[in-house]
């Protein structure tokens, strides 16, 4: 049996990349929903990926002990099942797909705080906002290819490393490993989140070249 996606024109690559982990289930249940999974491809809010070592989700069996990375959201594989038990067979496309976006919820209400690899948790994004000071030179713009999308947004308006992810739809470690490049180049303005004077803005993408245009020009929002 052939799978095809209803919208195989998706760009994925503009999708944020969420992580997630298995523990405690049988080989058999646990390869299924790694089929699954794939299966959701960009029916989710986020494109899931399986990554054992640092991950956003973990989903846990019955026989499930481990507690590496305790900051990830913790959901039981019921939870993905439309008969709320731990039979495989229960596993439904579209069930999982609204369990997933139930989780993209959860992490937003926790103010998800951003990690490198390698590193533990850092402080919640929620609580700083950050903006470019000027432009940035050729060598950090030439980290990423979408390194002035996320200039342009960070150059119109102050906002957090997790609106930068969600208005861009750049995965989440690129978005930071950006940042972090700023930071070390001092380009960035970091304040606390009482320090800004609006919110951020609440369409995705942000102003494009026109909001870079005005934040050249200092028509951007400042901090207080």
Known sequence: MVFKSPNPSTDMSAMSVRRYHVTGMDTRCE???????????????????????????????????????????????????????????????????????????????????????????????????????????ASLMAFHPASPKMATLLLSRPMTLMELVRFSGIDRRVCAQFVTRLSQRGLLDRRGSADRKGPAPLRSGGGGLFAMIRARLGLGEEFG
């Open 31 to 137: 390869l299924l929903f790694h089929s699954m999974m794939r299966l959701v491809g960009d029916k989710a809010v986020s494109r899931w990926v399986h990554d054992a070592r640092e991950h956003d989700l973990v989903i846990t069996g019955p026989d499930a002990t481990d507690l590496a990375c305790p900051t990830a959201v913790r959901r039981p594989f019921s939870h993905f099942t439309s008969g709320r038990t731990d039979d495989c067979a229960m596993l439904r496309l579209a069930g999982m797909v609204e369990a997933l976006n139930a989780v993209e919820q959860a992490l937003a209400a926790a103010g998800e705080g951003a990690r490198s690899p390698g590193t533990g948790p850092t402080r919640p994004a929620g609580e700083e906002v950050m903006k470019l000071t000027r432009w940035p030179e």
